[in-house]
């Protein structure tokens, strides 16, 4: 399964749950007022006790996931309640992550209905789609810190990215080859090195 599938899989689990995953949109020009921050935080805990009161019904994985999904939406919709109260780079970057930390922990929950080797891949696909999301946060945080703006940042920040988002890919496909035994698995590690540059 590939990365854009793996968001794709769950913004469908989220909406055949009938669950949003919810989140404010990241203002960068139009700081929120510390009234109205305040008014949103206690929204945002009415919703989330509103989300997981919805899961009480479920059972098993259906319930942990349906529970990781209202608590990735608080932990989001703060996030960028934060990012539009504090109005900074490091604030929009700290609800990226959160988006990033959400989706993993949902996805990572859903590949408990698999076992043995899909469920490994599963989970370190998972894992690479945030590592994913986590480096492009950090090359556009450094992109947009006027205190930081130099190419050479910038290029080193991208240089990071490049290497933290191929680490994560490289990982992914010695998992797969973990399905795999004798021969077939040594090459298919052997390709793994080959194509990552291991070798």
Do not use: W
Not at 98 to 118: F, I, S, T
């Amino acid at each position: 399964m590939k990365t854009h599938k793996l968001h794709r899989t769950i913004a469908a689990m989220f909406a055949a749950a009938g669950i949003g995953f919810a989140g404010v949109a990241l203002a960068a020009n139009s700081p929120m007022s510390k009234d109205a921050y305040s008014a949103e935080k206690d929204r945002i805990d009415a919703a989330y006790k509103s989300e997981v009161a919805n899961c009480k019904p479920m059972a098993g994985n259906a319930k942990d996931v349906c529970e990781v999904i209202a608590k990735g939406n608080r932990d989001m919709a703060k996030a960028d309640a934060e990012a539009s109260y504090k109005n900074t780079a490091k604030a929009r970057f700290d609800a990226r992550v959160a988006h990033a930390d959400a989706a993993y922990n949902v996805a990572k929950e859903k590949c408990d209905d698999l076992a043995g080797n899909p469920k490994d891949v599963c989970v370190k696909e998972a894992k690479a789609a945030e590592v994913k999301s986590k480096a492009d946060a950090k090359v556009d945080r450094v992109a947009a810190d006027t205190t930081q703006s130099s190419m050479k940042k910038v290029s080193e920040a991208k240089q990071d990215a490049r290497e933290d988002k191929r680490d994560a890919e490289y990982k992914v496909a010695v998992e797969k080859c973990d399905a795999l035994s004798g021969d077939a698995k040594d090459r298919c590690l052997a390709a793994a090195k080959r194509a990552f540059g291991r070798t």
